[in-house]
């Protein structure tokens, strides 16, 4: 999910029902759904707005989790800590999360619960960090990657290599790329210019790097051996068409795929031409096993988050709002509701961006009044079932 989309979806939760805090956050191989509200009102919510803004069957919904209350902030934290990665103990995740995090603030999202959290998780990536050696041994996706093709090739510093994508992930393989010698690398992205600024940066190290426009890939993926994409494009970069178009050049030589993009860049169906290979995130577990970490330390990692989790729970429940903030709140969301109808009959219609920014502004006024008047009151109830932390993917 590109980080504009992200935004827009963060914004359309905000003004949900049952949903009173909100983040997103998607990586190469996740979006999560972090929301603090009313447990079935809020997984409704999130139901409805993936059915009309994804096309979301009933069946479908069943391949996602939910997680709610302890194993929700087991799992947040676990999260941060690298624990839940298809690489355990990796890096970028807690730059994602808190990039997301901040998204999510700016956009007034979150308050008083989930900025608690975020900042409880990121505090205890660090304990993990400085009290085990989980990530000392890390090996990221695009390092492996770069591992697999060395296992194909015997060296990638001789071979052609066209890398798809330019974002974070891409940045991540070309310094992978470069620990191991390549010598020739074509960047391609749809925006020319970040494609530029990545080769220039490569090309500083000494490394032959160049970047290409996006209309001009064919020759190069016509001459490479290795192709590694890592874009963040919601649909196929690189179909069956382009691949009949790339192997009339080939003559069957081979050429090895690894697509480190979820949604997938690449379609499966270029397995069926002679001489391709293609790697998915799937195949480059199970190939290069990048989980290369001891699993006494891994296990000392889940033993700290466990114990964190039970002792934050007792702390977060006693600041849980009493049910007279959590009726405050639904009458501050009705209200606002009521009067936003009211001002779109008597001023509308408005065109969609600004009936949304409209929106957004009214309900980020209405959590922060909501926030406001909690703090003051101070009340200190048992949690009664209504507020809950909630994880959705």
């Not at 994804?54 to 996602?64: C, I, R, V």
């Not at 800590?81 to 990039?99: F, K, P, Y």
């Not at 998915?280 to 190939?287: I, P």
Request: hydrophobic share 45%; glycine share 6%.
């Amino acid at each position: 999910m590109s980080g504009c989309r992200q935004g827009e979806i963060l914004s359309m939760l905000a003004q949900a029902e049952g949903i009173e805090e909100a983040l997103v956050y998607s990586t190469c191989n996740r979006t999560e759904f972090v929301v603090w509200g009313d447990a079935t009102l809020a997984v409704n919510s999130i139901l409805r707005l993936l059915t009309a803004e994804y096309d979301l069957k009933l069946q479908e919904w069943n391949s996602f989790y939910r997680l709610l209350d302890e194993r929700a902030l087991a799992h947040a934290f676990r999260v941060s800590c690298g624990l839940d990665s298809m690489c355990i103990g990796e890096e970028h995740i807690a730059r994602q999360v808190n990039i997301a995090w901040q998204q999510a603030r700016n956009a007034g999202c979150t308050g008083r619960y989930l900025d608690t959290i975020l900042r409880k998780a990121l505090s205890i990536r660090r304990r993990v960090r400085r009290e085990t050696s989980l990530g000392a041994h890390f090996v990221s996706a695009s390092y492996a990657a770069v591992r697999l093709a060395e296992q194909i090739f015997g060296s990638v510093a001789s071979r052609n290599i066209v890398l798809l994508g330019a974002g974070s992930m891409g940045a991540t393989a070309v310094q992978a790329l470069l620990t191991r010698g390549a010598q020739s690398v074509c960047v391609i992205n749809r925006t020319a210019s970040t494609a530029i600024e990545l080769a220039r940066k490569a090309n500083g190290t000494g490394s032959a790097f160049q970047a290409c426009a996006f209309e001009d890939r064919w020759q190069h993926l016509a001459q490479a051996d290795l192709i590694i994409s890592a874009t963040s494009s919601p649909r196929l970069v690189f179909t069956a068409d382009d691949m009949r178009r790339v192997a009339v050049d080939r003559k069957g030589r081979k050429l090895v795929f690894i697509d480190l993009a979820l949604p997938r860049d690449i379609d499966p169906a270029v397995r069926e031409f002679e001489g391709v290979l293609l790697y998915d995130l799937e195949d480059l577990e199970r190939a290069v096993e990048p989980r290369i970490i001891a699993g006494a330390v891994e296990s000392e990692a889940e033993k700290i988050v466990l114990a964190e989790v039970q002792a934050f729970k007792k702390e977060l429940l006693a600041n849980v709002a009493g049910p007279e903030v959590t009726a405050l709140r639904i009458r501050l969301d009705e209200i606002c509701r009521q009067e936003l109808e009211s001002f779109r009959m008597e001023q509308g219609p408005f065109p969609k961006d600004q009936d949304q920014l409209i929106a957004t502004v009214s309900a980020r006024i209405t959590h922060k009044i909501a926030g406001s008047l909690a703090r003051e009151l101070k009340i200190v109830p048992e949690l009664r079932g209504r507020s809950r932390m909630i994880v959705g993917a």
